[in-house]
């Protein structure tokens, strides 16, 4: 059974930076490419970033380039993601999210608060 649990979310003030970690069960980690989406109340959730099995190619939404990083640790069966100098519009609910074979699977989310 597929599990994902996401961890490292808090309050936070503009420009900051916090460190999210997603640790995955359930399936052969390296054979899958991984991602974080975030969610805010009264919207779709959006994806953030995606990350390949091995590591590269990664690939992200316009609005957090050049200040979020994904990374992964195949030999911890985790996905990284590094946000630095958070604004007060990060603030959501971030998932871990893969997908296999068809079905899509999420974990809990952890929340983000950016704010003074």
């Known amino acids: 059974q597929v599990l994902l649990v996401e961890s490292g979310g808090g309050l936070v003030q503009p420009g900051g930076s916090l460190r999210l970690s997603c640790v995955a069960y359930g399936f052969p980690f390296s054979t899958r490419a991984m991602n974080w989406y975030r969610q805010t109340p009264g919207k779709e959730r959006e994806p953030v970033a995606t990350?390949?099995?091995?590591?590269?190619?990664?690939n992200y939404t316009d609005s957090v380039k050049g200040r979020f990083t994904i990374s992964r640790d195949n030999a911890k069966n985790t996905v990284y993601l590094q946000m630095n100098s958070l604004q007060p519009e990060d603030t959501a609910v971030y998932y871990c999210?893969?997908?296999?074979?068809?079905?899509?699977?999420w974990g809990q989310g952890t929340q983000v608060t950016v704010s003074s």
């Open positions: 999210n893969v997908r296999r074979f068809g079905d899509e699977f």
């Open positions: 990350i390949a099995r091995s590591g590269s190619p990664t």
